[in-house]
DNA sequence: TTTATATACCTTGACAGGCGATGTATCTTG
DNA sequence: CAAGATACATCGCCTGTCAAGGTATATAAA
């Protein structure tokens, strides 16, 4: 690893516990990427990782049961690109239900930050 | 639901995505209690109900497996404790490789909370 | 030409943590 | 005596993630 260089959390290797810290926003951080504009699986992955600076990215076999589960239940529609040239791409659009499911779950996501940020506060440790 | 009561958290029942929210955060709550005080399992989780107002309870299932985890790595130890009345305790008192190993989770859990607010910040959403 | 790399999608089986259900035992309260 | 609180434990299911493998097209290097 070239100096200076951050450590990536790596989902999914020894050392990492963080694919057990993404389960359930998942499918969330998908939606917010549809809510900036309608895109594809591999384009948005890639957003992902750029926008983490490399810290994040999601297994394929997890995006694409993550957005099976979303058109499932609705939260987003897919349909084939017209690409002419290079391999088929499947875009997907979050839906007005999609929408209110992502506000819903940033909320959750929000109050659950909130309450495991106050149950691993340090205050009143006890250094015997 | 009286009126002015949040509405709590209901790990595992239908309205809740938080089971999966709280998937691998389980055992640095745990290791965050021990940190303060040895104590038992029933405790621990009166406690957590306590200081979260009731929105966040650990199934029982879910708490003694995840300190007969944490035991299995050493992070914690146990012991009976010696009551004369009222029901068994198992006692935990937290080690210093669970030490280390709580200063490291609450590390990747900021990382991890830092990605994911970035992922769904608001900025540039597209309402078309 | 062949090979490798990037793009782009999909599926299968295994794994692990959380949960519902159930069981055990003791003590207190009505 | 029945009910509820205290206190621990286990079983099998469910679900999201992952490793591994597959398909196909385009471009760059050998």
Same mark, same amino acid.
């Given at each position: ?38 895109? *594809? ?7 992902? +990782? #750029? ?5 994040? $990215?999601?297994?394929? &076999? ?28 499947? *875009? ?7 929408? +209110? #499911? ?5 909320? $959750?996501?929000?109050? &659950? ?16």
């Amino acid at each position: 690893m070239p100096p200076g260089e951050a450590a990536a959390v790596e989902w999914g290797d020894s050392m990492s516990i963080a694919s057990d810290l993404m389960r359930g926003n998942t499918e969330m951080i998908l939606l917010a990427r549809l809510m900036k504009k309608e895109s *594809y699986g591999y384009e948005i992955n890639k957003v992902i +990782q #750029a926008a983490t600076g490399g810290q994040l $990215e999601l297994k394929e &076999a997890t995006l694409y049961g993550a957005f099976c589960r979303l058109e499932a239940v609705g939260h987003i529609v897919s349909y084939w690109g017209d690409e002419t040239t290079g391999a088929r791409r499947r *875009y997907y659009r979050i839906t007005p239900a999609g929408r +209110q #499911a992502f506000a819903q779950s940033r909320a $959750e996501w929000e109050q &659950a930050r909130r309450l495991i940020d106050k149950l691993i506060a340090q205050e009143g440790e006890n250094h015997d």
